[in-house]
């Protein structure tokens, strides 16, 4: 059973930056899309980004281009999400996910991890 593990969520003032991380034990990595969802207390599942399996394609949603950058290492099977100028309203719980294809429409990807928690106080 394919399982996604998230780790790297924590306290942050804003303004600063977090690492999240996902890995792979089940190596299934290199043949799907990946991505970051979020979901904050009270409201919809949200899509942060996604990257191609070659990294080559990446998307991002509006309120964190230029502020997040999503990229892989697939030799690791892991899969990162670099937060920087971090806000409040990035607060969530930070979801890794995989499947063949990935974007703001995905209702439920294949493969979706636990989740990490990230809190940007003010």
């Known amino acids: 059973q394919v399982q996604l593990v998230e780790s790297g969520g924590g306290l942050v003032q804003a303004g600063g930056s977090l690492r999240l991380s996902c890995a792979d034990p089940g190596r299934i990595f290199s043949s799907y899309v990946m991505g970051w969802f979020r979901q904050a207390p009270g409201k919809e599942r949200e899509f942060v980004a996604a990257i191609s399996w070659t990294g080559a394609r990446t998307d991002y949603a509006d309120s964190v281009k230029g502020r997040f950058t999503i990229f892989r290492d697939n030799a690791k099977n892991t899969l990162y999400l670099q937060m920087n100028s971090l806000k409040p309203e990035d607060t969530a719980v930070y979801h890794c996910?995989?499947?063949?294809?990935?974007?703001?429409?995905?209702?439920?990807?294949?493969?979706w991890g636990q989740g990490t928690q990230v809190t940007v106080s003010s």
């Open positions: 996910a995989a499947d063949t294809m990935l974007s703001p429409s995905t209702l439920s990807p294949r493969y």
